[in-house]
């Protein structure tokens, strides 16, 4: 039996925090073996979320029943507590939790094996240092640490948007972008390596750059083409984008690059300029249908998502149908949407004026409905095409023969194989059915 320690990472939050994870498996592959089972292992680390109430309360609420079982187990983990709400955090999870050793920021999972060394002293320690001139450390994309056909690559740190109800700027610190080689180089490796989609991600991609000194500024549409070159690589993805940044340059590579997927994930937030001014993002409605207009002229039949926030402080019947006519007119191919919560430091937690849980519970109720029919219009029109499916596995919970995948739109498709398939093989697959949350087809 092997006597390196065993380390498991239960993930929350975004996809940032997926590479986060997977970027300390990787650190941690040199000295520990990685556990499924979360109350075998030696090493446990809960990267945390800390966007909304609810996300931050999942990840304590993991904590604590890791502390609760303490003592009944076989051993006594060591127990890391990492990203967003670590950062926010910062010793004061050390005192409220006596079973926690380690507090990690998204900025210091790098030391990682150096933290550990010492938390296996009996040492309780917290690095949540943030500093502005921090530089992403580059990390050969280790082949078998993530999915063999879809991978991510972390573009850029951090946000300087600093939305009125977002406390991302306070838990990932500044925008910082990686330098355009190193991104590339990562991405000629992972597509050598046989990964066929790549997504690139940032909490707001367009302005990726914008921090290099003049004459030296290459923007997300340069990154673009440049990873777009690379050959063998079937699907480019990036998330997230803020419309304020958005530039006809990147609305562009749209028409240019075939290989970039047609769906775009472009969080409105609401549909109200006096709401979106209040939330401090630097567009309005009329601005955002004209991205939409001029996305759709480069690619017609884009697939395009949103993220939705009902009950914004101050948010009047009237702000609210505003949100629900966009919906009905840009006809989402599907959103997110969100009651808001108060989150630490973020401007809008002091804001007076805020809405009563029921009103945001009945907002989110009829927002959901009208995304859901958007959504089941808009997979309709599916039926009879022949789409390119990236094959995801088999269906969970199906019968033999039964295969998921994903369009280049990002639909799910289930469909039957006679023979068997291996993920990330890509199939035309007729459209036969289409449903709320995804779509059937037929090998032609
Ligand atoms: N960087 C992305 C957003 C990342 S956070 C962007 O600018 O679009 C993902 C989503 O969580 C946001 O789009 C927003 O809809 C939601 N969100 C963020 N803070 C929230 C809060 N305090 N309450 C409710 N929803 C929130
Ligand atoms: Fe948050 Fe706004 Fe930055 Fe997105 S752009 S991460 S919503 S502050
Ligand atoms: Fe959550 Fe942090 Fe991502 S707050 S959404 S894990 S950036």
Redesign the pocket.
Known sequence: MSTRPSFHIETFGCQMNERDSEIMAQLLSEGARPCLDINEADIVLVNTCSIREKAAHKAISLLGQLRAEKGQRRRNPIVGVVGCLAQQEGQALLRRLPHVSLVIGPQNIYQLPALLAEAAQGRRLVAVDQSSSFVIPPLAPQAGSGPPHKRFITIMQG?D???TY?V??YTRGREISRDLDQVVAEARTLVEQGVKELILLG??VNSYGRKAKEGERRTFAELLRAVARLPGLERLRFT?S?PQDLTHELLLAFAELPVLCPHFHLPVQSGSNRVLARMNRRYTRERYLELIAELRSHRPGIAITTDLIVGFPGETEADFDLTCQLVTEVRYHGAFSFKYSDRPQAKAAGFADKVAEEVKARRLSILQGLIDRMAWERNQEFLGRTERVMVEGASPGGQAGQWQGRTGSSHLVHFVSPVALAVGDLLDVRITGAGQHSLRGELP
Do not use: E, T
Request: aromatic share 10%; proline share 9%; net charge neutral.
């Open positions: 946000c948007n600093f939305c977002c991302v700027p909490q707001n997230s803020n």
